[in-house]
């Protein structure tokens, strides 16, 4: 977003000597992990006069080649083991005033303990865009007037506002839907965070915007003590990364932390008390307000639907009796219940930020899901084939599998700790049928015996390249004309394939080549 291409003298030209300190930054700050993140921080950092160590205990050809691209910014680097033995990214180099970290670090990870010993901070990638948004509104201004010094150009127009979606599934495509719907609207705006750009290159970076989409996992609101957004949402709550954050009240806790300071609007889902729970427990700015959004008809202050429609009860004169209608669930694709819960999600934050109803319509029709999340692959012999293996735990695949029925099941991978009654004994209902794939796919075969008994199995033991289109011809065999087969495996991927992605991919080929069999 064009702050790669500056150099640090350049970035201190625009913003004078003493950037560093007039932004609340130490002068020596470790930064851990060498991923996408990590690199990110660690340019900002140097770039605005900071002494910057990255540490990462790998040493592979991928780490070197960019230590040495670090290198040329004035960024040290430290990897695999030290002289002394220790891991690279377990010791904290001497002199370090502040660790900045990569979102996956755990908080019991040796670097933060001892940092913590030494009463030294770590924040991270999130935190470290927060406190930059003021410099990131100086550059530009400065790079407007062209003066050199942002103190010598016109004042900075104000930081873009931050609209904030976190929950244990569907971030990412409320994320995208807000950000369709803001465009709509004629605002200047971006999808960042953890969606997949590097939060910290959008607030430094060349473009202004009037507002941004900020996903944020409750990996990086844990290391974001002072993040105050202009609204926030919790979309839904349920177990996951347990073993990272220690136990579900702490997990809870973290997502909670989107809540902060909101200003404007808290948006929770009505139907998870947890949601609501974190609102009540929030300290908010006076005058900000909880707003739920429902898959029902919507009471005051509140989204949700009536007659299949989209209606708003909650930003409109005297919303005790009165209600706006903003689109018809049929302009959001696909119209799955879940999916219909993350537009009136993204409807309610943008309507907080004060976007016209139109615009939620017209963002919404124009929204297109990304791959691998409940997308339709085919059609064969009159199954309908769906891929959604973004489905990576049992509450995403819950949620997957309420949508249709029957279905025949392909489920399975790494459980991640996770366990499987409740999705069973909730979904049992929808089934005529599973094909289980991947390591741990015992669990689920054990947890349909106990609830779903009556239901088909078919135990795929192997997991070669073949083993996605050995699943998809058995769930074939199960399948009657007007089912689905859905792809919804509630684990992760990596048993089998390097990421959700290819095991989508995966999927939808093995399709294809079901499809080609069968009209030959």
């Given amino acids: ?22 932004y609340g930054l130490p002068r020596n700050i470790t930064v851990a992990g ?60 001497e002199g370090t ?24 901070d770590v924040v991270g990638d999130v935190e470290i865009a927060w406190r930059l948004r003021d410099a990131g509104a100086a550059l530009r ?18 930081p873009a506002e931050w609209l904030a979606i976190t929950g244990t599934n569907g971030k990412t495509t409320t994320t995208q839907m807000l950000a369709s719907i803001l465009r709509a609207a004629g605002l200047r705006t971006a999808a960042v965070g953890n969606i997949g750009t590097p939060i910290i290159d959008v607030v430094l970076g060349e473009e202004t915007y009037d507002v941004l989409a900020v996903e944020l996992s409750s990996y990086q609101l844990h290391w974001a003590p002072s993040l105050r957004a202009h609204s926030g949402a919790v979309l839904n709550l349920a177990p996951d990364h347990l073993d990272w954050h220690g136990s579900m009240e702490a997990y809870a806790a973290d997502k909670g932390r989107i809540y902060e300071g909101n200003t404007v609007a808290c948006v929770y889902n009505v139907a998870d008390a947890a949601t609501e729970k974190l609102v009540e427990e929030a300290d908010v700015v006076e005058g900000c307000r909880a707003i739920g959004f429902t898959l029902g008809a919507p009471g005051p202050s509140m989204l949700g639907v009536v007659d299949g429609v989209l209606v708003d009860r909650a930003f409109v004169q005297n919303r005790q009796k009165n209600a706006q209608e903003l689109a018809e669930v049929g302009d959001v694709d696909p119209p799955a219940p879940h999916n219909i819960a993350n537009a009136l999600a993204a409807a309610a934050l943008a309507r907080a930020f004060g976007v ?26 009159g199954v309908t084939y769906i891929d959604d293996s973004k489905a990576t735990n049992t509450h995403a695949a819950e949620a997957s599998l ?57 135990d795929l033991d192997r997991t070669d390249t073949g083993a996605m289109l050995a699943a998809v011809r058995e769930a074939a065999r199960l399948a009657e004309p007007g089912d689905t087969v859905l792809l919804a495996p509630a684990c992760a991927s990596m048993d089998m394939f390097v990421n959700y992605g290819e095991r989508g991919d995966a999927f939808a080929g093995a399709v294809r080549e079901l499809a080609a069999e069968q009209s030959a």
């Fill in 1 to 22: 977003m064009g702050s790669g291409q500056v150099s640090n003298a350049e970035y201190l030209a625009l913003l004078g000597p003493d950037a560093r300190a007039r």
């Fill in 34 to 93: 060498l991923g996408v993140s990590g690199i990110s921080a660690a340019r900002a950092l140097a770039r605005l006069g900071a002494a910057v160590t990255v540490v990462d205990n790998g040493d592979g050809d991928a780490h070197r080649a960019r230590a040495a691209e670090l290198a040329e910014l004035g960024i040290r680097t430290r990897l695999g083991h030290l002289a002394d033995g220790a891991r690279a990214g377990e010791s904290l180099p």
């Fill in 97 to 120: 005033e502040l660790v900045v970290t990569s979102p996956g670090w755990k908080p019991d990870s040796p670097l933060f303990l001892e940092a913590a010993e030494a009463g030294v």
């Fill in 141 to 158: 201004a400065a790079r407007a007037a062209g003066s050199g010094s942002a103190e010598a150009g016109s004042a900075p127009a104000a």
């Fill in 356 to 381: 016209e109803p139109k615009a939620v319509r017209d963002g919404l029709r124009a929204f297109r899901p990304d791959a691998h999340r409940i997308a339709r692959v085919a059609e064969v012999g």
């Fill in 402 to 458: 309420a949508a249709y029925e029957p279905v025949v099941w392909i489920a399975g991978g790494l459980a991640k700790g996770a366990t499987f009654d409740e999705l069973v004994r909730t979904s049992a209902k929808q089934l005529r049928g599973a094909v289980l794939i991947g390591a741990d796919r015992a669990l689920i075969r054990d947890a349909l015996a106990r609830h779903a008994p009556e239901v088909p199995v078919v």
